[in-house]
């Protein structure tokens, strides 16, 4: 065991690591839940839908498009583009940690 020279070190360590990625699976399941709660809540009640449509009424240009795709589609979209988004900007982190511990090498 060796002791870690920087905070960067200490958090690739493999403990730390299977930690965190624990945390993100729990947050993309949690992310996951979301559009089949909001779809469930829509089917029990016409109040739910109809506030839903109501929030929308100060934004003329978007109501076509979201009387159509309710809130449940809406949470839907959003959970695509936190799929899509998330791995990219993780996979940006890890090349300029990866960066910063090759300097941090080079240096000592």
């Not at 920087?6 to 690739?12: I, L, P, V």
């Not at 930690?19 to 029990?44: I, Y």
């Not at 506030?51 to 159509?68: F, G, M, R």
């Amino acid at each position: 065991f060796r002791e870690p020279k920087s905070w960067a070190q200490m958090m690739d360590h493999s403990c730390v690591m299977k930690l965190m990625s624990g945390v993100l699976v729990f947050d993309l399941a949690t992310d996951s839940l979301q559009p089949g709660q909001v779809n469930a809540c829509e089917a029990l009640s016409s109040a739910y839908v109809a506030q839903y449509l109501e929030s929308w009424k100060n934004v003329p240009e978007a109501t076509p498009i979201v009387s159509n795709l309710r809130l449940s589609g809406l949470y839907l979209a959003m959970l695509v583009v936190i799929c899509l988004v998330q791995p990219t900007q993780g996979f940006k982190q890890f090349r300029r940690a990866q960066a910063y511990l090759r300097a941090a090498d080079e240096e000592a």
